[in-house]
């Protein structure tokens, strides 16, 4: 499976922007990236997906690297409901499962 | 409203006992997962099933059990061969897309072993 590697943890002041990276250095031409979140004592949830265009959602954007090698998932304005672990995940084939790493701790300051 | 349903939230049980955490659906989802959560860890992958009657074992299988014998419903049972069973576990599911669908999470039952 290939891997990704993140910063164990970021911080950011409310209302600033957030911009997360990940390396994924193996990625194949067909893996997607994928970014989860995960608030305490809760299940992840899904934030947003791309495979190389850069991709926009209510939740954040992700910008994907021209060689695929690394992506920045990017959170435009900070608030205190943002701080959670994120997860940045490959899937592909042929089993498309999802594998979490570690991740990375964001905390938003007021 | 549609989602995935685990029970019981929380539970308790003696070293030995088998424990059955219950996951249902009514996503209509093809595909269904068991994660494994440690204190300040990720997730780790148990099995995963990708259609009814079948299942494959994902990263850290060995003293677990599943079955998929219904859409809806992808039961985990942690065996007294789980030398370490005590952990957040998560259930999730998604449309059988390949490698865009998004995973749907339950909310997890806590297990704790005395």
């Known amino acids: 499976d290939a891997k990704t590697t993140q910063p164990n943890s970021m911080e950011s002041n409310e209302e600033e922007p957030v911009h997360l990276p990940c390396n994924h250095s193996t990625i194949s031409g067909t893996d997607y990236i994928h970014w989860y979140r995960q608030l305490p004592s809760q299940g992840p949830e899904y934030v947003i997906h791309?495979?190389?265009s850069n991709v926009n959602n209510r939740m954040a954007s992700l910008a994907i690297a021209e060689d695929r090698k690394s992506s920045t998932l990017i959170l435009h304005r900070a608030t205190l409901r943002d701080a959670a672990v994120y997860y940045c995940i490959l899937r592909g084939p042929p089993d498309y499962k999802l594998s979490f790493g570690a991740g990375t701790t964001v905390t938003v300051r007021a | 409203d549609g989602g995935i349903t685990q029970s019981p939230k929380y539970l308790f049980r003696k070293e030995g006992q088998n424990v059955t955490l219950s996951c249902e659906q009514n996503l209509n989802h093809d595909a269904m997962y068991w994660y494994r959560q440690d204190p300040g860890q990720g997730l780790r992958l148990i099995y995963y099933?990708?259609?009814?009657?079948?299942?494959q074992k994902g990263d850290i299988a060995e003293g677990y059990s599943v079955s998929r014998e219904k859409k809806e419903s992808f039961p985990l049972t942690v065996t007294s061969a789980q030398k370490n069973p005590t952990a957040f576990y998560l259930c999730?599911?998604?449309?059988?897309?390949?490698?865009?669908?998004?995973?749907?999470f339950g909310e997890g039952s806590r297990l704790t072993v005395l």
């Open positions: 099933s990708q259609i009814v009657n079948d299942f």
């Open positions: 791309g495979l190389t």
């Open positions: 999730a599911s998604s449309t059988q897309r390949g490698n865009t669908g998004e995973l749907f």
